[in-house]
């Protein structure tokens, strides 16, 4: 009862909380707004105001949700950095200028649209509307003046580091690929996914004619993901309970009520559909679908088959088909950089097609034990969990309550999500982990979700929930789940691990997997992706207790001048957790000799706080005093993959 009150105060203070921004940032009438999308109900939709009467908790923790804010008008209030008079260095072109004016905020900047003569591209000044994201970054559109449609700001602000960065190094981008115009992108197909019934009503939908010459007079029923984005269309279900005999008639018979959908309630494959319908790599069937969505958007809703209007990409089932030949007609790295060699996902965000690709969704055939995201995630915190909502945002796990368990309640560290259907194991974990109970290597996740998924400057977990084997990281190049812990030991060294306690069979191996640590060979030699993804590990707490740290900073030094920007970024972030560099100033959007100089200055600092006589492991291609084994380092950079790859989430 007092947990209920608590939710029903936490609503009412929200609803106040949002009363106030809005009221702050409609001046005028939403459907008076004319230079940017406006938030307008129709086809049988509400928005979430129209839930939080009757289902005030579900309403306080959706708030609380990033799902809410992962669309926002641009407001004082809804920035995280300020505008006020501030100059930003860090951006694709010349420095950009912020600026407030009353709660209207703007931005003097290249225009990213306009070629670049003599005197460079033009510059320009323009109101800054709206903002995606708020969670890792922040990104910001602008009024073009063509109607509706919004460019892009050239620098996106990183939230936890509190500074900004050029918008290209936010993504693993090709150095040597010009950054493109992102004008139009949010009407077409960010709307998709972090706006609710969005429709981006182009004036040309056929797009045969630049998107700089289009206007678009593009809505949306609410801004973000918000309740109908997975219950489907609200008017009917509102309308129909305000009757309360219908209402409490649906309580206590516990029936589920026809004019709204309850994923939950849905066939498992219907269910990890609606939140396949962001979270997964798609395309049109053909131009005519893809005209249609221009115009009035995606026609899914929750409760769909979602794959009557739209490709889903998956390698191992739908390569050959006559969708994918001509998506790889158009883009032959469509599936290359999106999917690893055996077809599992390989960018962030698109959780589903790895959950379609995993044995326990696959293979189940036991009645109630499908697998689906709602396994292991609520998208409402549940009334038994006693986190703070914050902590609940952050992944949205679910919280299960366990009288026999045996590691920590938090989702992160327990096992009781997987023990669900996998309780036999509850009774001597360690037999089956070779960890001890309570450690890092006896939590199901690290092994069989490793983090082998990468967008946005961060690596996620795979969802494709398998086993590691030495197999995944020499024919398909993929880090396995015990070198990403033992960043300090040999391909071979895990497969004898895994083949003495597992039966494993034994895999042809190189000389260098037998004499050089994984995670350096997928650092020197391994391709954009897998750069950043070793990169990432090394800032991994587990790891860095398993591994040791004090060999690190020589290969992250060298990642300061990497190609690609985003694998220089997260070079910096980690080599920053490292004790005696936290406080080291390195800016990898700078030019190459002042790279280059803080390069110098990473190792001058090693050389003064690495143990002497330091770690003399060969593996990590140190001579027996500690120092670097330059040559061989050279020799390993030698064979790096240098092809083109574009990660984005």
Same mark, same amino acid.
């Given at each position: 009862?007092?947990?209920?009150?608590?939710?029903?105060?936490?609503?009412?203070?929200?609803?106040?909380?949002?009363?106030?921004? =809005?009221?702050?940032?409609?001046?005028?009438?939403?459907? &008076?707004?004319?230079?940017?999308?406006?938030?307008?109900?129709?086809?049988?939709?509400?928005?979430?105001?129209?839930?939080?009467?009757?289902?005030?908790?579900?309403?306080?923790? !959706?708030?609380?949700?990033?799902?809410?804010?992962?669309?926002?008008?641009?407001?004082?209030?809804?920035?995280?950095? %300020?505008?006020?008079?501030?100059?930003?260095?860090?951006?694709?072109?010349?420095?950009?200028?912020?600026?407030?004016?009353?709660?209207?905020?703007?931005?003097?900047?290249?225009?990213?649209?306009?070629?670049?003569?003599?005197?460079?591209?033009?510059?320009?000044?323009?109101?800054?509307?709206?903002?995606?994201?708020?969670?890792?970054?922040?990104?910001?559109?602008? +009024?073009?003046?063509?109607?509706?449609?919004?460019?892009?700001?050239?620098?996106?602000?990183?939230?936890?580091?509190?500074? !900004?960065?050029?918008?290209?190094?936010?993504?693993?981008?090709?150095?040597?690929?010009?950054?493109?115009?992102?004008?139009?992108?949010?009407?077409?197909?960010?709307?998709?996914?972090?706006?609710?019934?969005?429709?981006?009503?182009?004036?040309?939908?056929?797009?045969?004619?630049?998107?700089?010459?289009?206007?678009?007079?593009?809505?949306?029923?609410?801004?973000?993901?918000?309740?109908? %984005?997975?219950?489907?269309?609200?008017?009917?279900?509102?309308?129909?309970?305000?009757?309360?005999?219908?209402?409490?008639?649906?309580?206590?018979?516990?029936?589920?009520?026809?004019?709204?959908?309850?994923?939950?309630?849905?066939?498992?494959?219907?269910? *990890?559909?609606?939140?396949?319908?962001?979270?997964?790599?798609?395309?049109?069937? &053909?131009?005519?679908?893809?005209?249609?969505?221009?115009?009035?958007?995606?026609?899914?809703?929750?409760?769909?088959?979602?794959?009557?209007?739209?490709?889903?990409?998956?390698?191992?089932?739908?390569?050959? *088909?006559?969708?994918?030949?001509?998506?790889?007609?158009?883009?032959?790295?469509?599936?290359?950089?999106?999917?690893?060699?055996?077809?599992?996902?390989?960018?962030?965000?698109?959780?589903?097609?790895?959950?379609?690709?995993?044995?326990?969704?696959?293979?189940?055939?036991?009645?109630?034990?499908?697998?689906?995201?709602?396994?292991?995630?609520?998208?409402?915190?549940?009334?038994? +969990?006693?986190?703070?909502?914050?902590?609940?945002? +952050?992944?949205?796990?679910? !919280?299960?309550?366990?009288?026999?368990?045996?590691?920590?309640?938090?989702?992160?560290?327990?096992?009781?999500?997987?023990?669900?259907?996998?309780?036999?194991?509850?009774?001597?974990?360690?037999?089956?982990?070779?960890?001890?109970?309570?450690?890092?290597?006896?939590?199901? $996740?690290?092994?069989?979700?490793? $983090?082998?998924? $990468?967008?946005?400057?961060?690596?996620?977990?795979?969802?494709?929930?398998?086993?590691?084997?030495?197999?995944?990281?020499?024919?398909?190049?993929?880090?396995?789940?015990?070198?990403?812990?033992?960043?300090?030991?040999?391909?071979?060294?895990?497969?004898?691990?895994?083949?003495?306690?597992? *039966?494993?069979?034994?895999?042809?191996?190189?000389?260098?997997?037998?004499?050089?640590?994984?995670?350096?060979?997928?650092?020197?030699?391994? +391709?954009?992706?897998?750069?950043?993804?070793?990169?990432?590990?090394?800032?991994?707490?587990?790891?860095?207790?398993?591994?040791?740290?004090?060999?690190?900073?020589?290969?992250?030094?060298?990642?300061? &001048?990497?190609?690609? &920007?985003?694998?220089?970024?997260?070079?910096?972030?980690?080599?920053?957790?490292?004790?005696?560099?936290?406080?080291?100033?390195?800016?990898?959007?700078?030019?190459?000799?002042?790279?280059?100089?803080?390069?110098?200055? =990473?190792?001058?600092?090693?050389?003064? =706080?690495?143990?002497?006589?330091?770690?003399?492991?060969?593996?990590?291609?140190?001579?027996?005093?500690?120092?670097?084994?330059?040559?061989?380092?050279?020799?390993?950079?030698?064979?790096?993959?240098?092809?083109?790859?574009?990660?984005?989430?």
């Amino acid at each position: 009862m007092h947990r209920f009150l608590l939710a029903v105060l936490g609503v009412l203070a929200a609803g106040l909380g949002v009363a106030e921004v =809005v009221t702050h940032q409609r001046t005028i009438p939403e459907d &008076d707004v004319s230079n940017r999308p406006v938030q307008r109900g129709g086809g049988g939709f509400t928005s979430s105001d129209t839930c939080r009467a009757c289902h005030p908790g579900e309403y306080a923790s !959706w708030h609380a949700s990033y799902h809410r804010t992962m669309t926002q008008v641009a407001s004082p209030e809804t920035a995280i950095p %300020s505008f006020a008079g501030q100059t930003v260095t860090s951006t694709q072109g010349r420095p950009m200028v912020l600026r407030q004016r009353q709660s209207a905020l703007f931005a003097e900047f290249d225009d990213p649209d306009t070629g670049t003569g003599a005197a460079g591209p033009a510059r320009i000044e323009r109101q800054v509307t709206m903002i995606t994201g708020s969670h890792n970054q922040q990104v910001f559109w602008y +009024d073009t003046g063509l109607g509706r449609l919004l460019g892009q700001l050239p620098a996106a602000y990183l939230v936890q580091e509190r500074r !900004w960065i050029p918008r290209r190094m936010a993504v693993l981008h090709p150095p040597a690929q010009r950054p493109l115009s992102e004008t139009g992108h949010w009407n077409s197909t960010c709307i998709a996914c972090h706006a609710t019934n969005g429709q981006p009503r182009f004036d040309t939908p056929s797009g045969s004619q630049p998107v700089t010459s289009q206007s678009a007079q593009t809505t949306a029923t609410e801004f973000g993901i918000a309740c109908e %984005s997975c219950h489907g269309p609200a008017e009917a279900h509102v309308r129909g309970n305000r009757n309360p005999l219908r209402r409490y008639g649906l309580h206590l018979s516990g029936a589920a009520d026809a004019l709204t959908v309850q994923p939950g309630r849905l066939p498992p494959a219907l269910t *990890s559909q609606v939140c396949g319908q962001c979270h997964g790599v798609w395309e049109f069937y &053909d131009a005519e679908g893809e005209r249609r969505a221009n115009a009035d958007g995606l026609p899914f809703t929750p409760g769909d088959e979602l794959t009557a209007t739209r490709f889903v990409a998956q390698p191992t089932r739908n390569a050959a *088909s006559e969708t994918m030949q001509a998506l790889l007609a158009d883009d032959s790295r469509f599936i290359r950089d999106a999917f690893w060699s055996d077809g599992t996902v390989r960018v962030s965000g698109r959780e589903y097609n790895g959950l379609l690709e995993s044995p326990c969704y696959r293979l189940a055939t036991e009645p109630g034990r499908t697998l689906t995201c709602l396994s292991c995630h609520s998208l409402h915190q549940e009334a038994n +969990d006693p986190r703070p909502v914050a902590a609940w945002a +952050d992944d949205q796990l679910r !919280w299960f309550a366990s009288a026999s368990r045996q590691q920590e309640a938090d989702p992160q560290t327990s096992n009781d999500t997987c023990l669900q259907c996998h309780e036999p194991m509850r009774a001597n974990t360690s037999a089956h982990t070779h960890h001890a109970v309570g450690s890092t290597g006896s939590v199901c $996740y690290n092994c069989h979700m490793p $983090y082998t998924t $990468y967008g946005l400057l961060k690596t996620i977990r795979s969802h494709t929930i398998g086993s590691p084997t030495v197999q995944e990281s020499v024919g398909v190049g993929r880090p396995n789940a015990c070198n990403l812990c033992h960043l300090d030991r040999t391909l071979a060294w895990t497969g004898e691990a895994l083949a003495r306690w597992y *039966s494993t069979a034994p895999v042809p191996l190189g000389d260098e997997a037998h004499t050089v640590a994984a995670s350096l060979q997928w650092l020197l030699k391994g +391709d954009a992706g897998q750069r950043a993804i070793a990169t990432q590990a090394m800032a991994w707490t587990p790891a860095q207790r398993a591994s040791g740290t004090e060999w690190m900073a020589p290969y992250l030094a060298q990642l300061l &001048d990497d190609p690609y &920007d985003a694998v220089r970024l997260g070079a910096a972030r980690v080599l920053r957790t490292l004790p005696g560099f936290a406080t080291t100033e390195i800016d990898v959007a700078e030019a190459p000799p002042v790279r280059r100089d803080a390069q110098r200055r =990473v190792m001058a600092t090693w050389d003064r =706080v690495r143990p002497r006589p330091g770690r003399a492991a060969a593996e990590l291609l140190m001579t027996p005093v500690g120092e670097l084994d330059v040559p061989r380092v050279r020799s390993m950079l030698r064979q790096r993959n240098n092809r083109a790859m574009l990660l984005r989430e």
